[in-house]
């Protein structure tokens, strides 16, 4: 049986992306909560932050684009920058992701229906098991509000299989990155 390593995967947590999303302090709680439980069980920390061309809203630099107050990438963390919803397309994480043989990621961020949905279910098709953390996602109200958003991806994405990998949804109580990395 081959070993199971975990990484935690932090998506879009930044001024901009986080600015008037759906329970915003109470995700920042369990999103710190998890930050915490990592760095004390020594779990890989990728942050991936968003960011666009020159003039855009969230360009690289500008004050919309820094990490959000409280969230704060230590040295030896893994910050990847992206220009996509997908946080795999012509970054570095898959190659990062491989080279310290981990296998299983937990994934928590904004907005659900843009970067965590397509990040989640990009994990799955490059061999990743994905747990996605319930209460450690969040959106804004859009087409339709943010609180029916997240219930129908939690429930969307918890259906996504492939023949050897799988997204679980579970809340952030019911981690431990131990029983993860069976």
């Given at each position: 049986?081959?070993?199971?390593?975990?990484?935690?995967?932090?998506?879009?947590?930044?001024?901009?992306?986080?600015?008037?999303?759906?329970?915003?302090?109470?995700?920042?709680?369990?999103?710190?909560?998890?930050i915490?439980?990592?760095?004390?069980?020594?779990?890989?920390?990728?942050?991936?932050?968003?960011?666009?061309?020159?003039?855009?809203?969230?360009?690289?630099?500008?004050?919309?684009?820094?990490?959000?107050?409280?969230?704060?990438?230590r040295?030896?963390?893994?910050?990847?920058?992206?220009?996509?919803?997908?946080?795999?397309?012509?970054?570095?994480?898959h190659?990062?992701?491989?080279s310290?043989?981990?296998?299983?990621?937990?994934?928590?961020?904004?907005?659900?229906?843009?970067c965590?949905?397509?990040?989640?279910?990009?994990?799955?098709?490059?061999?990743?098991?994905?747990?996605?953390?319930?209460?450690?996602?969040?959106t804004?109200?859009?087409?339709i509000?943010?609180?029916?958003?997240?219930?129908?991806?939690?429930?969307?994405?918890?259906?996504?299989?492939?023949?050897?990998?799988?997204?679980?949804?579970?809340?952030?109580?019911?981690?431990?990155?131990?029983?993860?990395?069976?």
């Open positions: 049986m081959n070993q199971k390593k975990a990484a935690l995967l932090l998506i879009d947590l930044q001024v901009g992306p986080i600015y008037g999303v759906y329970k915003r302090e109470e995700t920042l709680t369990v999103i710190q909560s998890l915490r439980k990592a760095e004390e069980e020594q779990i890989p920390i990728f942050y991936i932050q968003h960011e666009e061309q020159s003039g855009g809203f969230l360009e690289r630099g500008t004050p919309f684009w820094q990490f959000a107050e409280g969230i704060e990438p040295d030896g963390d893994y910050v990847i920058h992206k220009q996509s919803t997908d946080s795999f397309f012509e970054t570095p994480l190659q990062e992701l491989t310290l043989g981990i296998t299983d990621l937990v994934v928590g961020g904004v907005r659900t229906e843009y965590v949905d397509t990040t989640c279910r990009r994990a799955v098709t490059l061999g990743y098991d994905v747990i996605l953390i319930a209460d450690a996602h969040t804004a109200d859009g087409a509000p943010a609180e029916l958003i997240l219930q129908h991806h939690n429930h969307n994405l918890s259906t996504v299989k492939t023949i050897a990998n799988d997204i679980k949804v579970m809340a952030k109580a019911e981690l431990s990155f131990h029983t993860v990395q069976r």
